[in-house]
């Protein structure tokens, strides 16, 4: 598995994004609602990122990909997904 370039501290995440993008911006509404701390990343302003996203999504540029602590990757996850994968 591919090693994301920013691993985020422990109850945060990192969410790779576009600018254009509308499942990020609910996604980043409902974290900002939760309480949930996050790390931006936009994949079309930092080309090393859209590599990675690429790798963990199978050569595609899908966003919103987010990395939790533990390093794990996943790809356009629900609010309740998010929770789950921080409580764990």
Not at 44 to 51: I, L, N, T, Y
Request: proline share 7%; with cysteine.
């Amino acid at each position: 598995m591919a090693t994301a370039p920013t691993t985020p501290d422990a109850g945060s995440i990192v969410m790779y994004s576009t600018s254009w993008c509308g499942y990020c911006r609910r996604l980043k509404t409902q974290l900002d609602s939760a309480g949930i701390g996050y790390t931006e990343v936009n994949i079309e302003e930092h080309p090393e990122s859209a590599a990675y996203v690429e790798q963990v999504n199978g050569g595609n540029q899908t966003v919103p990909t987010v990395v939790f602590p533990d390093g794990t990757a996943a790809t356009n996850p629900s609010l309740a997904q998010v929770k789950e994968r921080l409580a764990a």
